[in-house]
C-alpha cells in the first residue's frame, strides 16, 4: 500500500467500509482525545461483481457467545485441522468437510483477498418476495392516472413468482383480493378506526378455521392453504387482473366539500398492510410500498385536521408546540415500524404532493424499516415515474439490487465495543446499503484490532445468504505515534460520520445546541492536530490529512440537515433520510455540493463553491445530490435568448450549451432517488438553488469592497467560509478555549 | 233508514208495545217486513232477511209472553219440533257454571274504583299488570256484579226459541232484537208458530237472496239439518266458552231456575251474519256513486264495490271512521264506550274510474296554512268579508287570505274560483311543498332501492339466492315510476351478507362489479358512495353481471351464521351517505347469532304462554332494533323483510324495524322452492311496483273539542303529534284515536285533516291533505246509527296487538269481551225499545260485531296455546297493526266462496257464505281467502266434472294436493275458478298462497282454523257461544 488513500480507497471497494481513523488508538481515553470518534462507515451489501457467492455455509466459532465467522485473520493450524478464533481465541476443529485442508488448498474464507465473502445458505423454504402496494386514491385526475400507470409498469419488472397485494385508501381502506376470475373483491375498513393486528387479519379472515367462507371461492382451497393468497397472489397468474384493477381505480369517490382536505386513512391504511403481511408472511422478504398524494387527515396517524384553513405544522409550529396532532402521529408509525421491522418487511414512502404530507412522522417507518423514501410534487413528474422506476433496476447479475430481513451481527476484538449504530435499522435487524458504527476500545493492546461484520438477508432472488466482512487495523499509542495516527485519518469518512452524529443529534435536539456541539468539536480536533502558535491564528495550519475537513464543517453547518429554515419539517425528514443512508461519497456531496463550470476558456472543470464562480459568461452545473441545477451566466443566458445556438456558426455555443446537459443526464441516470433537475440562468427565480448553496464570499455588505467585478453577490446575512475559517484560528490558537 | 233490527223476544217476555209480530216470525228473524231495507238481511235464516223498516209491521200476532208457554209447546208439538227436545238437565249446566263463579269474581276484584268506563284503546295502553285492576273495575262498576249475573245460559238457549218478529217500532229502530234465553216454556211455544211463519216470511220476505245465498234452498230444512250435531257438541261448548270468558256466564242458574232450560244450541242460522250484511250492502249500494257531498255521511262496506266521488269528503278509501257521527260530549263518548277512531289509508289506491288527486301548485308561496293552528286550506275554511278573510274550521282563527290567493265570493259566500280549485272543493288533493318543508330546506333526491341478500348457506342451499337474483333482473325493469317520466327515478344498489356484508359498485362505466366486504359487522359504515346506489337503466349490463354471479359466488359458501342489525344499519348509512331516502328490501332467512350488534339467541320459550310473562315473547329481545328502527325513520329509510324460516328467527325482534319504517314483513315458512317460489315472486314484485312515499310525517289535525290521541300502525312517534313514517305504501294504514277535550257543536261537526308531508317516487316533495267531516249528536241513538263495525274491529285489533306488548292476554281478553258487551249493552239501555232484560238486541250498525270480535279474540295472537309458533303470533301482530280496514275484514272473517255452484257464465263472484263447518258439504268444493292464505277445500263427493275441469284428473282420489298453483286447463271451470282467484288476489297487499285440502284429510286441521264461526282448534269459543257470553254479559250490565 502505498498511501493512505489508495489503502482508504482500495478498503471501500473490497469491504465497504471506511473507518474515520485507520489507524487505531490503543486506549479508550486516547480515543475520546481524538475528537471524532473512532467510527466507520459500512455499506454491508456493496455490490461486489467481482465477489461470487459460495456455496457453502459458513465455519462459525464454537464458543457459544461469540459465534465469529472463520476468516483470513485466523491463525490455522493445518496439521491439527483447527483454527483460532480471532475474537475470542477459541480454538476449533474444522469440519468434516475441510478434511482435505492444507497451506496450498485454502478454502476461500481464509484468503486475505477475500475479507469481505458472500455465503448462499441452501436450507429453508425460500418464499418469494411480496410487493404489497398502498395506494392512496384521494389524488388528483392527472396524478392518479399517472400513478396508475406506473404501478401498471411495475408489475412487468416483478419477479413473475412474486408475490403482490394491493391495498386503496381514502376515506376507506380497501384490501383487494387478487383472484384470476369473477368480480373483483375488496374487504372494506373504516379509516378512523384503529385494529389491532389480531382484529385486521380476523376481519380478513386469515384466522384458519374462523373462516370457512373464504375457502369457499376459490380458485384451489387445497393448494393454497393460506387463506393469505387471497390477497397475494404471484404477478404472473394475476398481473393481467391487477392491470384492470389498477385500470379502474377510481378517485376516492367521497365528496370534498371547498376549504377542506380530502380524508385520508394513511395510518390505518398502514396499520393493515403491515398486519396483513405480520400475519401471513412474517420472517419473509416484503415491501409495502406507500404511494401517497397529501397527509393522513383522519384515524390514527392523522397529521392534520381536513380544514383547509389550519395548515400543516411548521417547524415554527413544532418549536412553539403547535403541532397537536405530531406525536400521536409518530407513535402511531413508530409502532408500526418496529413491527415491520420486526418482522423483516420494509416499507417505502413515495409521497408527490405540493404541500407536505407527513413524512416527518412516517419517516420512521422508512428510517426503521431499511424501506426508500421519495419526495415529489407529483406523481405526474419524471422525478417521481423513473425514481420508482429505479427501484426495480436489476444488478448485473439480474436480480433486484434489494435485499431482505437482514440483521447485521458485528463481532469485535475484545478491545472494541460496540457503541451503537446509526443508519436504517432497528435493534437487531437491519437491512440496507449502508450503516454506520461507532466504537470505543477499552482495553488497548499492540497488534491489530479485528472486527467483523456479518450479515444475514434473503437475496432478492429470495437466496438467504451471509454476508461477512472482516477488517483488521492497527493499535498505535498516541503519545508515541500521533503521527501515524493524523496520517490514518480520513477526513471524508470523518466529516460524514460527525455529519450523521450531528443529524442523529438535531433529531432530538433543538438546532443551534447541535451547531454549537459541531463547532466545539472542530476547533477542538483543530487544537489537537493544528499546528499554530498560542494566540497567533496566523500561524495556523492543518496537515494533509485533515485541511479539507473544517471546509465540510463549514458547509455541513449550512446544510438542510442542520439547518430547517426554509425547509418544511417534511423536507428536513427526506433530507435526512437519505444523509443517513447513502455511502461516503454521496454523503459528501450532499454536504458539499459539487460545482462544475463550463465556459469557452477550457474544459469543464470543478469550481469553488463560492459565490465568485459565479461568472457571467460560465454555464454552471451543481449537483447537490437532491438536485441537479444548471445554471446560465449572464452573458450566457444573453446569448442563448439571441438564438446564437441555432446558429451554424456558433456551433461552438451549441456545444457548449448541450455539455452540462449531458453530464447533467448522466448524474441523473445513476442517482436513487432521482434529483429536481433544474434548469435556470442568471436572475431566473430557480437560481435560488445554487444561490444558496455556493458559499457567499461576495455578498451585499461586502460587494464593492471586495472591488472585483467577478462573482455574483449573495443576498445574505450568513457568514462566508473565509469570515468562519478566520474565527475558527482565533478561536483554536486561543488558549482561552 | 237504517232501522232494520233484528228483535227476537223470547216468548215469555212482555209484549212490548208496538210489537206486532207475530212468535214464529222469530224462529227465523225473518221478518218480511222488514225485507224493504237492506241491512236486515239474515243468512241462512234466510226468511230471515229481517230488514226491519219502521213502518211495516209484521203480520204476526203480538209476541207471546210467559204465560204463553202452554200454546208454545202445543205448537212445537204441532211441528216439528226437534230444536227443542225438552227442557235441558237445567242441573248440569248450573253445575257447569258454577265453579265459574269465583273466577269471574276474582276478575273484577275492585269493585271499588268509581271512575267512569274507558274504552277499550286508552285501557289496553293506559293499563299495566298492576293498574288493570282498577280498569277492571270499570267495567266492573259499570257492569253489574258477576253474582247477578243474566241468565246468560238462558240467551244460549234462548236463541233456539222462535224468535219474536223484530220490532219495527218507533222505540227500537234499527235495532234487532235477539231472543232473550228461553224458557222450556218459551221454546215450545214459539216453535210451534214458527214453521208457519217460517213460510210466509220466506215468500213475503226477500226470497231470492236467501235462496242464493243457501246452498240447501230452503232454510227450514237447513235447520233441521243442522240441530242434531249442535245438540251433541253443546256441553263441551258451552265449557269452552266459560273458559275463555271467565265470568263470561255467571250466575245464570239461579234466574234460570224457573223455566226449564233447553239443551239445544242456538240456531246459527238465526243469529246475525256477516254475510247477509255485506251481501245486503253490496246489493242496495254496489255499483253505485257514492259522493262525498255530506258531512258524517255512512260510507258503503268496504266489501261493496262503488264508485266514489269526491265531493268535499275524503273517500273512505282514505278515511273510515268507527263512527261518523261522533257524541257530543265527552260523558255520552264514555257512556257509549265506543271507540271514535280514523283508520286512515293516505296513500290508498283508487281505481282508474275514479279521478286520482289534483297537485295544486301555489309556486313558492306554498300551501295556504291558517295562521294559528297551521291547518291546510280546505273545504272548511270559511271565507268571509268579501272574500279577504277566512276563518279556520279548525280553530276558528280569522285568517287574513294571501293577496295571491285572493278571489271574490259570490252570492252564497262561496269563491268564485271554488271549483277551479281542488283545495276549496275536493276532500283529498296534493300540495307541491317548498323547501321549508324539506329537510335542510334542501330538495330531496329521489329514493333508492337496496337490495340484501342474505347468501349464507341455508339461502344458498335452497335455491333462494338463485331465485331473487334471477328474477330481479326483470322486476327492476318495472321500478315504479311517475307517469309522465320516461324512467325510474329510483336508484338501486346490491349488498349480500352472511356474517360479513358485501357491497357492490355497480357503476356504469364498469366493465365488471365490484365487491367491497366489510367485515367490521361492530360498526358496521358504507364502504362506496359513488357506484353503489344507481340508475338501473344506466347500469343494467354491470347489474346482469352481478345478478348473474351472485349464486356462483357463494356456491361454496356453509357459512351459517348470519348478522341482522348491521344490515339495515349498512343501508341506513348508505341513504344517509347518499342523501335520499330509500326502502331495504332484505331477504333473511335465519336468527342473527354472529357476533354483532342485534345477535338475538333463541328465546322461544312455550313456558311463558298464558303467563303475566307471556308479553315478552311480542317484545324485541334487545333494544339495538328500537334505536335502529329510530335511526332509520330519521333518514327516510324504509325497511321491508322477507323472512324464510325454517324455525324459531324471532320475528318479534327482527319485525320490530320493518314495523316502526313503515315496511313490510313477508314470512314464507320452510320456503320450498316449487311450492312457495310463485307466492314469493308475486310479494317482492308487488312490493317492489307499489306507489309509495317516503320520508313522511303526517299530522292528524281535528276540529275543536276534540283530538287525536293514539295513533296505531307502521309508525314512530318522538312526540304526540308527529307521526312519522320512513315510508307508507298504499297497502298500510294508520288508525287513529280521538278523544274529548271539549264539548262537541252538532253544528259544526267535527272535522278531521290528515296532512301527509311526504317525498314522491321521483323526488319531489309533496302534501297529501284529507279532510273529513264528521257529524256530531247529543243523541246515542245517532252515535250507533252511524257506526262502522269493520273500522271497529280494525281498531280494537290495533289496540290490543299493541296491548300484548304490555299487558297478560287474559286481561286484554276481558277488556274486549267486556268492551263489546258495554257498548251494548249501552245501546240496549239507552236506544232500544224497553224490553226484558233478557233479550238480546244489537244495534243495526253493530250487528256483526260479536262475530267480528269472536273472531279477533281467536286470533292467535290472543290465543295463549303453546301450539301455536310464538313467530306466526308475533308475525300475524304485525301484519295487521298496519292493515286497513278492508283488509282486516277480511283477514278475521274470511271469504269462504263455494265453487261447485259457480255459474261459468257469470263474472260476478259466487255468493260468499259463512266460514263455518256446517256450510261445508262432502259434495261441494269451496274456496276460502283471508288474505294471507287461501284454501281450495274438496268434499270427498265433489262432482267428478268439476275435478275433472279443475285439475284435469278423473277423481277425487287422483288430486295430487302437493300444488300451490292449479293447473291451467281449458276449462270453463277452471278458467273461472283461477279467474276468481284472481279476483279475491287483486288489491291485496299479501300473495296468499293457495293450498289443497281434501276433506278428511290431515290438512284439513289447518283449513278449520278458518271456518271462524266453529269452535277453535286450538280454542275459542263458537260464534254461537259467544254471542251467549256476551248476551249475559250485557244482561249483567243491565242489571
Known sequence: MATYLEFIQQNEERDGVRFSWNVWPSSRLEATRMVVPLACLLTPLKERPDLPPVQYEPVLCSRPTCKAVLNPLCQVDYRAKLWACNFCFQRNQFPPAYGGISEVNQPAELMPQFSTIEYMIQRGAQSPLIFLYVVDTCLEEDDLQALKESLQMSLSLLPPDALVGLITFGRMVQVHELSCEGISKSYVFRGTKDLTAKQIQDMLGLTKPAMPMQQARPVQPQEHPFASTRFLQPVHKIDMNLTDLLGELQRDPWPVTQGKRPLRSTGVALSIAVGLLEGTFPNTGARIMLFTGGPPTQGPGMVVGDELKIPIRSWHDIEKDNARFMKKATKHYEMLANRTAANGHCIDIYACALDQTGLLEMKCCANLTGGYMVMGDSFNTSLFKQTFQRIFTKDFNGDFRMAFGATLDVKTSRELKIAGAIGPCVSLNVKGPCVSENHNAPIPQGGRGAIQFVTHYQHSSTQRRIRVTTIARNWADVQSQLRHIEAAFDQEAAAVLMARLGVFRAESEEGPDVLRWLDRQLIRLCQKFGQYNKEDPTSFRLSDSFSLYPQFMFHLRRSPFLQVFNNSPDESSYYRHHFARQDLTQSLIMIQPILYSYSFHGPPEPVLLDSSSILADRILLMDTFFQIVIYLGETIAQWRKAGYQDMPEYENFKHLLQAPLDDAQEILQARFPMPRYINTEHGGSQARFLLSKVNPSQTHNNLYAWGQETGAPILTDDVSLQVFMDHLKKLAVSSAC | ?1039
Open chain 2, 1 to 1039: 233508514m237504517s232501522q232494520q233490527g233484528y228483535v227476537a223476544t223470547p216468548p215469555y217476555s212482555q209484549p212490548q208495545p208496538g210489537i206486532g209480530l207475530s212468535p214464529p216470525h222469530y224462529g227465523h228473524y225473518g221478518d218480511p217486513s222488514h225485507t224493504a231495507s237492506p241491512t236486515g238481511m239474515m243468512k241462512p235464516a234466510g226468511p230471515l232477511g229481517v230488514t226491519a223498516t219502521g213502518g211495516m209491521l209484521p203480520p204476526g200476532p203480538p209476541p207471546p209472553g210467559p204465560h204463553q208457554f202452554g200454546q208454545n209447546g202445543a205448537h212445537a208439538a204441532g211441528h216439528p219440533q226437534q230444536r227443542f227436545p225438552g227442557p235441558p238437565p237445567v242441573n248440569n249446566v248450573a253445575s257447569s257454571y258454577a265453579p265459574y263463579q269465583p273466577s269471574a269474581q276474582s276478575s273484577y276484584p275492585s269493585p271499588m274504583s268509581t271512575s267512569s268506563v274507558t274504552q277499550l284503546g286508552s285501557q289496553l295502553s293506559a293499563m299495566q299488570i298492576n293498574s288493570y285492576g282498577s280498569g277492571m273495575a270499570h267495567a266492573g262498576s259499570g257492569m253489574a256484579p258477576p253474582s247477578q249475573g243474566p241468565p246468560g245460559p238462558l240467551s244460549a238457549t234462548s236463541l233456539q226459541t222462535p224468535p219474536r218478529p223484530p220490532q219495527p217500532s218507533i222505540l227500537q229502530p234499527g235495532s234487532q232484537v235477539l231472543p232473550p234465553p228461553p224458557t222450556t216454556l218459551n221454546g215450545p211455544g214459539a216453535s210451534p208458530l214458527l214453521p208457519p211463519m217460517y213460510r210466509p216470511d220466506g215468500l213475503s220476505g226477500p226470497p231470492p237472496p236467501n235462496s242464493q245465498y243457501q246452498p240447501p234452498p230452503l232454510p227450514g230444512q237447513t235447520l233441521g239439518a243442522g240441530y242434531p250435531p249442535q245438540q251433541a257438541n253443546s256441553g263441551p261448548q258451552m265449557a269452552g266458552a266459560q273458559l275463555s270468558y271467565p265470568g263470561g256466564f255467571p250466575g245464570g242458574p239461579a234466574q234460570l231456575a224457573g223455566p226449564p232450560q233447553p239443551q239445544k244450541k242456538l240456531d246459527p242460522d238465526s243469529i246475525p251474519s256477516p254475510i247477509q250484511v255485506i251481501e245486503n250492502d253490496r246489493a242496495s249500494r254496489g255499483g253505485q256513486v257514492y259522493a262525498t257531498n255530506t258531512r258524517g255521511q255512512i260510507p258503503p262496506l268496504v266489501t261493496t264495490d262503488c264508485i266514489i266521488q269526491d265531493q268535499g269528503n275524503a273517500s273512505p278509501r282514505f278515511i273510515r271512521c268507527t263512527t261518523y257521527c261522533f257524541p257530543c260530549t265527552s260523558d255520552m263518548a264514555k257512556q257509549a264506550q265506543i271507540p271514535l277512531a280514523a283508520v286512515i289509508k293516505p296513500f290508498a289506491t283508487i281505481p282508474s274510474n275514479e279521478s286520482p288527486l289534483y297537485l295544486v301548485n301555489h309556486g313558492e308561496s306554498g300551501p295556504v296554512r291558517c295562521n294559528r293552528c297551521k291547518a291546510y286550506m280546505c273545504p272548511f275554511m270559511q271565507f268571509i268579508e268579501g272574500g279577504r278573510r277566512y276563518q279556520c274550521g279548525f280553530c276558528n282563527c280569522v285568517n287574513d287570505v294571501p293577496p295571491f290567493y285572493f278571489q271574490h265570493l259570490d252570492h252564497i259566500g262561496r269563491r268564485l274560483d271554488h271549483y277551479e280549485k281542488p283545495e276549496l272543493s275536493l276532500g283529498s288533493y296534493e300540495y307541491v311543498a317548498t323547501l321549508d318543508y324539506c329537510r335542510k330546506n334542501k330538495p330531496p333526491n329521489p329514493p333508492a332501492f337496496i337490495f340484501m341478500i342474505d347468501v349464507s348457506y341455508s339461502n344458498i342451499k335452497n335455491g333462494l339466492v338463485k331465485l331473487i337474483c334471477e328474477e330481479l333482473k326483470t322486476m327492476l325493469e318495472k321500478l315504479p315510476k311517475e307517469e309522465q317520466e320516461e324512467m325510474s327515478a329510483i336508484r338501486v344498489g346490491f349488498i349480500t351478507y352472511n356474517k360479513v356484508l358485501h357491497f357492490f359498485n355497480v357503476k356504469s362505466n364498469l366493465a365488471q362489479p365490484q365487491m367491497m366486504v366489510v367485515t367490521d359487522v361492530g360498526e358496521v359504515f358504507v364502504p362506496l358512495l359513488d357506484g353503489f346506489l344507481v340508475n338501473y337503466q344506466e347500469s343494467q349490463s354491470v347489474i346482469h353481471n352481478l345478478l348473474d354471479q351472485i349464486p356462483d359466488m357463494f356456491a361454496d359458501s356453509n357459512e351459517n351464521e348470519t348478522v341482522f342489525a348491521p344490515v339495515i344499519q349498512a343501508g341506513m348509512e348508505a341513504l344517509k351517505a347518499a342523501d335520499c331516502p330509500g326502502k331495504l328490501f332484505i331477504f333473511h332467512s335465519s336468527l342473527p347469532t354472529a357476533e354483532a350488534p342485534g345477535k338475538l339467541k333463541n328465546r322461544d320459550d312455550k313456558k311463558l304462554v298464558n303467563t303475566d310473562k307471556e308479553k315478552i315473547l311480542f317484545q324485541p329481545q334487545t333494544n339495538v332494533y328500537d334505536s335502529l328502527a329510530k335511526d332509520c325513520v330519521a333518514h327516510g329509510c324504509s325497511v321491508t323483510l322477507f323472512l324464510f324460516p325454517s324455525q324459531y328467527v324471532d320475528v318479534a325482534s327482527l319485525g320490530l324495524v320493518p314495523q316502526l319504517t313503515g315496511g313490510t314483513l313477508y314470512k314464507y315458512n320452510n320456503f320450498q322452492m316449487h311450492l312457495d317460489r310463485q307466492q314469493f315472486l308475486n310479494d317482492l314484485r308487488n312490493d317492489i311496483e307499489k306507489k309509495i312515499g317516503f320520508d313522511a310525517i303526517m299530522r292528524v289535525r281535528t276540529s275543536t273539542g276534540f283530538r287525536a290521541t293514539d295513533f296505531f300502525g307502521g309508525i314512530l312517534m318522538n312526540n304526540t303529534t308527529d307521526v312519522e313514517m320512513a315510508a307508507i305504501d298504499c297497502d298500510k294504514a294508520v288508525t287513529v284515536e280521538f278523544k274529548h277535550d271539549d264539548k262537541l257543536s252538532e253544528d259544526t261537526g267535527a272535522l278531521i285533516q290528515c296532512a301527509v308531508l311526504y317525498t314522491t317516487i321521483s323526488g319531489q316533495r309533496r302534501l297529501r291533505i284529507h279532510n273529513l267531516g264528521l257529524n256530531c249528536s247529543s243523541q246515542l241513538a245517532d252515535l250507533y246509527k252511524s257506526c262502522e263495525t269493520d273500522a271497529l274491529i280494525n281498531f280494537f285489533a290495533k289496540s290490543a296487538f299493541k296491548a300484548v306488548l304490555h299487558q297478560p292476554l287474559k286481561v286484554i281478553r276481558e277488556i274486549l269481551v267486556n268492551q263489546t258487551a258495554h257498548m251494548l249493552a249501552c245501546y240496549r239501555k239507552n236506544c232500544a225499545s224497553p224490553s226484558a232484560a233478557s233479550q238480546l238486541i244489537l244495534p243495526d250498525s253493530m250487528k256483526v260485531l260479536p262475530v267480528y270480535m269472536n273472531c279477533l279474540l281467536k286470533n292467535c295472537v290472543l290465543l295463549s296455546r303453546p301450539e301455536i309458533s310464538t313467530d306466526e303470533r308475533a308475525y300475524q301482530r304485525q301484519l295487521v297493526m298496519t292493515m286497513g280496514v278492508a283488509d282486516s275484514q277480511l283477514f278475521f272473517y274470511p271469504q269462504l266462496l263455494p265453487i261447485h255452484t259457480l255459474d261459468v257464465k257469470s263474472t260476478m263472484l259466487p255468493a260468499a257464505v259463512r266460514c263455518s263447518e256446517s256450510r261445508l258439504s262432502e259434495e261441494g268444493i269451496f274456496l276460502l281467502a283471508n288474505g294471507l292464505h287461501m284454501f281450495l277445500w274438496l268434499g270427498v263427493s265433489s262432482p267428478p266434472e268439476l275435478i275433472q275441469g279443475i285439475f284435469n284428473v278423473p277423481s277425487f282420489a287422483h288430486i295430487n294436493t302437493d300444488m300451490t298453483l292449479l293447473p291451467e286447463v281449458g276449462n270453463p271451470y277452471s278458467q273461472q275458478l283461477r279467474m276468481i282467484m284472481g279476483i279475491i288476489q287483486q288489491k291485496r297487499p299479501y300473495s296468499m298462497k293457495l293450498t289443497i285440502v281434501k276433506q278428511r284429510e290431515q290438512p284439513e286441521m289447518v283449513f278449520r282454523q278458518f271456518l271462524v264461526e266453529d269452535k277453535g282448534l286450538y280454542g275459542g269459543s263458537s260464534y254461537v257461544d259467544f254471542l251467549c257470553c256476551v248476551h249475559k254479559e250485557i244482561c249483567q250490565l243491565l242489571n
